[in-house]
């Protein structure tokens, strides 16, 4: 009898092969093979390929926080705390209070499902410092990562209602994890465009039109908004949050607030969708609303480690009971992971031994960041063919490139798009790894990508130098 595969193509779960994730998609892989071949000796136009397709800071050479570093030195090897190492006090309390709360004194135990209780009040006491709102640390679930409990959440609106499929609002251009989330869920994903010639902004007539025309077929169900914007890298004003509240108050929208770079923040005030919407009162200040956070963002920038939260607000009891259930099959997050939110929640406050050396840190981390929004924006505008909005927040640029009808026709023959044609040339010509804006989503007949903007200063103006370059013999190759 002849061996057969029990998986195939054919008949594994669909939803899996509309999955995309550009992040890490051809252009990346292209870039991992040529880094292979430069090891090779293959000779190239140039000595070392500059990736620029996700924002892993510490891959880019920030320094870690020491405060988080040295704490969970601590809660993975706790014989340290005794020991006569410099270790500043604070930093042992910490650990004290962290290993204090795991079964038996250590990380490597189960946490409750939704989170080591001392985190999840340290999240709660955060929020409340934040919006000026009390939070509930039982309406607070930790994650590995902030895509984890995202995943979650979408999970909660995969059911038809009244004959209708579900759907779900996601901006564009947008961060992929939530297409491709609602690819592998089968959730139908409606578009509602950003207006890239105003800011990025979110036009309340664009959320009508969207929810109008997708309302024929589906029942969307919710709302996600990306502030501070990725790839974008808009904040939303006060004035527009409370115009898409009322929106999704009127259609019965639930909203999930994406505000994972809100310490990413360069210029303008940020407004979490919680305490706007409790600002508002009745009846704006009961309604669902899911808000996410990561320390894979922000100063702290533990992109390996994975840790997030979810804070959800006014489900209905039985919905969190399920969703408890739900967390609970997944046994835990990351306790280490949990032990840095902890850190990023609770930094070193005023007086204590690590709080200067804090202070230091956290400064020269938004000092780049200001720095590489500014040049990233000012070099953009500055080549013919090139636009880029001004960057208030996140760690991206995302700006619009003209390409040639004779270009796109190359493209095409290749089977590609033309943003892919263009990032895959610049790659090969310069090691620049960019990633088209067909991963993130753009209005026909409009080309961008997405670049990090936290690269080493020396390296920074070799990728904008070589972005120059290369964009110039481009436009010259295809007048």
């Known amino acids: 009898m002849k061996l057969e595969k029990c998986l195939t193509e054919e008949n594994i779960n669909q939803n899996l092969l509309n999955i995309q994730y550009a992040v890490r998609g051809p252009i990346l892989q292209r870039a991992l093979q040529i880094e292979r071949e430069l090891v ?10 500059v990736r620029a397709n996700c924002g892993d800071c510490h891959a880019l050479g920030q320094k870690p926080i020491t405060f988080i570093r040295q704490v969970l030195a601590l809660v993975s ?16 309390d910490r650990a004290k209070e962290l290993l204090d709360d795991c079964t038996k004194g250590s990380v490597g135990s189960y946490s409750p499902s939704n989170g080591l209780n001392l985190v999840r009040s340290r999240v709660a006491q955060y929020i409340t410092n934040r919006d000026g709102v009390p939070s509930n640390p039982d309406d607070i679930y930790l994650g590995s990562g902030a895509s984890d409990v995202i995943k979650s959440v979408l999970t909660l609106f995969v059911e038809d209602v009244g004959g209708k499929p579900p759907a779900v609002m996601v901006p564009i251009p947008q961060y992929p994890l939530f297409s491709g989330t609602l690819s592998e869920l089968g959730v139908r994903q409606v578009d509602y465009y950003l207006d890239e010639e105003h800011d990025w902004a979110l036009q309340i007539s664009e959320l009508e ?8 077929e589906s029942n969307v169900r919710a709302l996600v908004v990306i502030n501070p914007g990725n790839p974008t890298g808009q904040v939303l004003t006060r004035d527009n949050i409370e115009q898409i509240i009322k929106f999704a108050y009127e259609r019965n929208l639930f909203i999930l ?4 770079y809100q310490e990413n923040i360069v210029s303008k005030p940020f407004h979490s969708f919680k305490k706007v ?3 508002m009162g009745a009846p704006y200040s009961r309604m669902e609303l899911a808000s996410f956070l990561t320390a894979s963002k922000g100063w702290a920038a533990e992109c390996g480690l994975r840790s997030g939260y979810v804070e959800l607000l006014h489900l209905q009891p039985s919905v969190q009971k399920t969703f408890n259930t739900m967390r609970s099959v997944m046994q835990c997050p990351s306790v280490l992971g949990q032990c840095i939110l902890d ?5 070193p406050s005023p007086g204590k031994p690590s709080h200067n050396q804090f202070i230091n840190e956290i400064r020269d981390i938004h000092q780049v960041l200001k720095e590489r929004t500014a040049t990233a924006y000012k070099t953009f505008n500055s080549i013919p063919g090139y636009f880029c909005n001004p ?12 390409i040639p009808v004779e270009a796109q026709l190359e493209a095409k023959k290749l089977n590609m798009s033309p943003d892919e044609f263009y990032c895959l040339r610049l790659l090969e010509e310069t090691g620049v790894c960019v990633i088209p804006g067909t991963g993130f989503g753009q209005l026909p007949g409009s080309f961008h990508f ?21 964009h110039l013999n481009f436009m010259q190759l295809y007048p």
């Open 257 to 260: 607030a994406d505000e994972v």
């Open 277 to 279: 919407m409790f600002e």
């Open 77 to 92: 090897f706790p014989e340290l705390i005794s020991s006569r190492l410099d270790i500043p006090q604070d930093v042992k």
């Open 209 to 216: 039109r969207s929810w109008r025309e997708a309302s024929i």
């Open 391 to 402: 960057i208030d927040g996140s760690m991206f640029a995302y700006p619009r490139i003209e």
């Open 343 to 347: 850190c990023v929640m609770k930094p």
């Open 450 to 470: 997405r670049t990090t903007i936290l690269h080493p200063k020396d390296e920074f103006q070799y990728m904008m130098d070589s972005i120059r370059r290369f």
């Open 40 to 49: 090779k000796g293959v000779p190239k136009r140039f000595e070392r390929v």
